[in-house]
């Protein structure tokens, strides 16, 4: 058995730990498509029991994971960063930047307990090799609504920043929701600070960290680059729709992958030309990574004995080297601005948004979730995530 595959029980062991039960059905990875309106939210980790299970975990933890408070949401609830591993590459994590898209959380909660309460070889050897940064509920106000946008409405905007009085807001705003889609709010200027002539209009544009969030996490991502040198990997997790299947099959999405699109491929992304750092083959090794996991886990190394990788697919990346009209292109994720600084970063998408199935399916979500992590980030402390080959990426297949 190699050592990979041994790494690989670490994700089984992360779910054993956990309280979650799974069902026949949610074990099947291509279970039927359906959207079953489920509102409740009850089986999610709600944010008062996040705190208790963070001061749990750190408290058994006998100081591997440490826990920091990173910021405060517009509301005031905290937002909280675990740290665990002494490792010298690091790996970034987080989860519900969208409120109402779950699993993620629920999975760094059964990482860190694993990581800080194992004793085996494997979780020795990946605490050594790797220091994980997860930040597992980063917009705690639009969680606690089960929505995907934060809470600050525009009259508050201008409030806390007066310059932008008079002015209407950016693309990203949400009227409706009076909040803003804290996924658009990043700046690969590390150091920008908000100003109306910068308004973005659509999504080739940056976003003008506004919020509280979006400054929370950008301000433990530098002091990470000047502790560490570079925040080597960046992962962000998050639901899709239920019903994508691949292409030309009957095969359900389980899980979307995606390294962070930034205009044309073939071109030399020349957007981003100011941005000498970026290094989107690096951002395909680690979305590889995370595939590879998904074969490993519950498959022992066999991608056809495992029931998740089959539907293991490329988010949606189009490009006009690829023969559509128009390149995405979104500077303003954070993904973008971490990736325009040198990290290697990748997107999940798992299926289902929670408020209409992903409940349904908790236990194979978050199995998910936790193999591809593990995927990464067993590659990353062993080394061999540097010598995987990125166009492998492309061999898996795409559903749009
Ligand atoms: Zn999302």
């Known amino acids: 058995m190699s050592r990979r595959i041994v790494f690989s029980s670490l994700a089984a062991l992360a779910l054993t730990a956990t309280a979650l039960t799974t069902t026949a059905q949610a074990q099947d990875g291509n279970a039927d498509c359906r959207n079953l309106d489920d509102p409740s939210v009850t089986g999610w980790t709600d944010h008062e029991q996040l705190t208790q299970q963070l001061a749990l975990i750190e408290a058994s933890s006998a100081g591997r994971v440490q826990v920091d408070v990173i910021g405060e949401s517009h ?6 960063a675990a ?8 790996l970034l994590i987080t989860s519900e930047i969208h409120g109402n898209e779950k699993t993620g959380t629920e999975a760094l909660l059964a990482m860190l307990r694993t990581l800080g309460s194992s004793d085996s070889p494997e979780a020795q050897a990946l605490r050594e090799g790797v ?7 980063f917009n705690p106000d639009g969680a ?3 929505r995907r946008q934060n809470d600050f409405p525009w009259d508050e905007v201008t409030q806390v920043f007066p310059q932008f009085q008079g002015f209407d807001p950016p693309y990203y705003y949400s009227n409706g929701a009076r909040g803003f889609d804290l996924n658009r709010d990043f700046n690969a200027d590390l150091a920008y600070e908000p100003q109306p002539a910068d308004i973005p209009t659509d999504q080739t544009q940056p976003g003008l960290y506004l919020t509280n969030e979006s400054r929370a996490l950008r301000d433990p991502y530098v002091d990470l680059r000047a502790e560490f040198g570079e925040v080597d990997g960046y992962v962000d997790l998050h639901h899709m729709g239920p019903c994508s299947q691949q292409n030309d099959t009957d095969q359900y999405v389980t899980v979307a992958l995606d390294f962070p699109p930034l205009g044309s491929e073939a071109l030399g992304n020349p957007r981003y030309a100011d941005w000498p750092l970026l290094d989107q083959d690096k951002s395909r090794r680690y979305a590889l990574a ?4 998904l074969q490993e886990h519950a498959g022992q190394g066999n991608a056809d004995a495992s029931p998740f990788f089959g539907g293991v697919s490329r988010y949606t990346h189009q490009q006009i080297a690829d023969g ?6 979104f500077a303003g ?6 990736g325009l600084n040198g990290t290697g970063t990748v997107l999940f998408e798992v299926r289902g948004q929670s408020d209409d199935w992903g409940q349904k399916q908790l236990g194979q979500l978050v199995q998910v979730v936790l193999a591809g992590v593990f995927g990464i980030a067993e590659r990353m402390a062993d080394g061999s995530i ?3 080959n990125g166009d492998d990426f492309y061999d898996l297949p795409k559903y749009w």
């Open 386 to 388: 540097d010598t995987l």
């Open 144 to 146: 606690e609504l089960n």
């Open 290 to 293: 995370a595939a590879l996991g």
């Open 131 to 137: 220091t994980i940064v997860a930040v597992p509920k």
């Open 333 to 338: 994720q954070a993904r973008s601005a971490f």
């Open 75 to 80: 509301r005031g609830r905290e937002i909280y």
């Open 324 to 329: 559509y009209s128009f390149d995405r292109d």
């Open 83 to 90: 740290r665990v591993g002494t490792g010298d590459r690091v």
